[in-house]
């Protein structure tokens, strides 16, 4: 189905919020849990004013017609993405007469965004494949949103895809406990559930329930910890005391990761980062200057700037592709604003080192003598560029990009192959914590775009080609890279090895001639002995330096990685090969199906390499990690 609104904001990650509930809500609750929902949304637009706010909801009777009301009539910026949980001329016969008009206009509203069908295959459902539907589309939207709201009573479970199915599902991190599959880990990270009490119809005559009956969660909820205040707070129902902050604070020392979540706060920032960029990169394109390169680090700036001029229209992977342009632009800026802060401390080290090392011989200049505090000042710069690095936390923030944008990547291969799989699902998928944000980015991305992908059809030989097109824009071309790479640090390494290997040897050669009894016996030695003395000292912390480099950097441990992430290219590439040149005669005799192989090849080798940006972000992420089942 086609999009009924135009993306002004496709280069942007939205907070997406979800809805489930009752669909026979009594009229007097229905003022209330408006007012609940309105509250909620009027605090995350206060707060978080660069992000879009998306609601996933089934527009369904109640509930959802009640929720996705009340977001379009919070602002411009809010918009809905409707799930059918089977065909919609089927689906609307669920949908009650006196509910039938107010369905019509807000699944027609200018701000839908996308319509997904989930079921898409079932013509004429029975009230079983029903009732799977229901639960299909609740667990859908249980895994997508960050923040769901559930206007429920507190009667447990007792329908097939019913409200408190669906609620249990999301506080133990929607795991469905009967499934068997490679990805039954899915939304580990955090999130928040907003419990609105409601009655039922057949409940009209017991009290009208209040703000002291509903109920706050941190999802998933570990080891029975809801986490009920933090979520209040997060949510907006609530302020933060300052005793309460400070508190928190030393109990993050204590306790790392107990503090509140934070995907909505570094979605905000991501966003306010990625706007700032764009309007940087359409400043450059209007004010006359000259105009950027078009190259891999700007083609989805270009994107997004024909977009918004209207002269090409972004299609395919909208979210995917502009969140994976700016989050690959963003690493790589705040990767070399890192390095340069690092090789400014070097630099200043190596100034420290000479002035320590030679400090005997200085002394005597008048100068030196004036100023015998000057390497303590070199030291003070030294101190405060480590610390502006520290603090601006460029080292996390292109770790946590650069894992996005990786991911992202492969999200976008995965599509171009056919792949249904969610890298989320896969990646970084056992831990949640601060990386929470990575992860529902990702996850939010293949959402947005899930619509484009699901209508489009291809014929088996259009969808070969267009998997055969990923030996060239990924294998080839991440071949290619790697052995650039493992090159470079090959060469930086064997030259950093030769000047440890110098070093160290002045460094034993002069403090064997330091020693006094040795040096008095070198008559006519050119040198005094203070300034071979400082000649030993300086070689050595120029060694340590240089040692110290060289772990920084870890150039012997990323030539390692490249190496084997080197050897999954090409044996992929092998095996594409194989498979493309295998005649269809052949294929069919042997009942090999190519598509299907050339799929499962590049599903695999996927998952190999979120798997291995996963482990490198984990070794080198400042991030604390909690197991999202409390184990």
């Known amino acids: ?39 909620v949304i009027k605090s995350f637009r206060e707060r978080y004013p660069n992000t879009p706010i998306v609601l996933i909801t089934p527009l369904a009777e109640g509930a959802d017609c009640i929720a996705a009301e009340m977001i379009l009539e919070q602002d411009e910026r809010c918009y809905l993405h409707v799930v059918y949980p089977y065909v919609l001329e089927e689906y609307k016969k669920s949908i009650g007469p006196e509910w039938r008009e107010k369905f019509d206009a807000l699944s027609t509203h200018q701000r839908v965004i996308d319509h997904v069908v989930l079921n898409s295959d079932i013509a004429s459902p029975t009230e079983e494949e029903k009732n799977q539907a229901y639960r299909d ?20 479970a007792l329908k097939k895809g019913g409200t408190a199915e669906i609620l249990e599902f999301r506080k133990r991190g929607c795991i469905d406990l009967l499934e068997v599959s490679d990805s039954n880990i899915r939304c580990a990270e955090e999130g928040l559930l907003y419990e609105i009490r409601v009655r039922r119809s057949y409940e009209k005559e017991l009290p009208a329930p209040n703000e002291k009956d509903d109920a706050c969660y941190i999802t998933p909820i570990v080891n029975n910890k809801d986490h009920a205040e933090e979520a ?34 570094e979605l905000e920032e991501l966003n306010s980062r990625s706007l700032e960029l764009i309007s940087a990169f ?29 002269t090409s229209l972004s299609s395919g992977d909208i979210y995917t592709q502009h969140l ?17 802060c690092l090789n400014w401390v070097f630099i200043l080290s190596i100034m420290i080192g000479l002035l320590h090392g030679f400090e005997g011989l200085l002394e005597h200049l008048s100068w030196f003598e004036e100023n015998p505090f000057v390497k303590y000042i070199f030291a003070g710069i030294g101190l405060s560029v480590w610390y502006v690095a520290k ?9 946590s990009y650069r894992a996005l944008s990786e991911a992202l990547r492969i999200q976008e291969y995965w599509h171009q192959a056919g792949i249904k799989k969610i890298p989320a699902d896969f990646f970084l998928s056992t831990q949640i914590g601060d990386n929470s944000w990575v992860r529902r980015a990702l996850r939010t991305a293949w959402f947005m775009d899930i619509a484009t992908t699901e209508t489009q059809n291809p014929s088996k030989q259009a969808l070969i080609s267009s998997i055969q097109n990923l030996d060239a824009i990924w294998v080839k071309d991440q071949i290619k890279y790697l052995s650039k790479k493992i090159a470079d640090f090959e060469r930086k390494l064997k030259k950093f090895d030769q000047l440890n290997l110098a070093l160290g040897v002045i460094t034993g050669i002069f403090f064997i001639l330091g020693r006094e009894f ?27 330096l240089s040692k110290g480099y060289c772990k920084m950097n870890a150039f012997d441990v990323l ?35 190519k598509e299907e192989r050339l799929q499962g090849l590049y599903l695999t080798l996927g998952q190999s390499v979120l798997d291995e940006v996963a482990d490198w972000y984990i070794v080198n992420s400042r991030t604390e990690f909690k197991n999202p089942v409390g184990e």
């Open 559 to 593: 030539i390692k990685r490249y190496e084997s992430s080197l050897h999954v290219y090409v044996q992929s590439q092998n095996i594409h090969n194989e498979l493309i040149s295998l005649d269809d005669a052949v294929a069919k005799a042997n009942q090999i199906n």
């Open 391 to 399: 603090k601006n936390g460029y080292k996390d923030i292109y770790e």
């Open 324 to 340: 994976r342009g700016t989050s690959d632009k963003l690493a790589s800026d705040f990767q070399a604003k890192y390095k340069r």
């Open 518 to 544: 040795i040096f008095s016996k070198l008559e006519g030695f050119p040198l005094p002995l203070e300034l071979v003395n400082a000649i030993s000292g300086s070689a050595l912390i120029f060694l340590a």
């Open 137 to 156: 589309v609740g667990e859908f939207v249980a895994i997508n949103s960050y923040v769901l709201f559930a206007l429920c009573n507190t009667e447990p």
């Open 282 to 310: 359409k400043a450059s394109m209007t004010n006359g200057g000259p105009i950027p390169e078009r190259d891999w680090a700007t083609e989805s700036l270009y994107k997004i700037y024909d977009h918004q001029n209207k």
């Open 232 to 265: 209040r707070v997060a949510l907006g129902l609530s302020h933060e005391k300052k005793k309460t902050r400070l508190i928190e604070k030393i109990k993050s020392y204590v306790q790392p990761g107990e503090q509140s979540i934070t995907v909505a706060s």
């Open 1 to 39: 189905m086609t999009n009924t609104v135009s993306r002004p904001e496709t280069y942007l990650s939205p907070i997406t919020f979800g809805i489930t509930g009752h669909r026979d809500i009594v009229d007097q609750d229905i003022a209330r849990a408006k007012e609940c929902i309105q509250k």
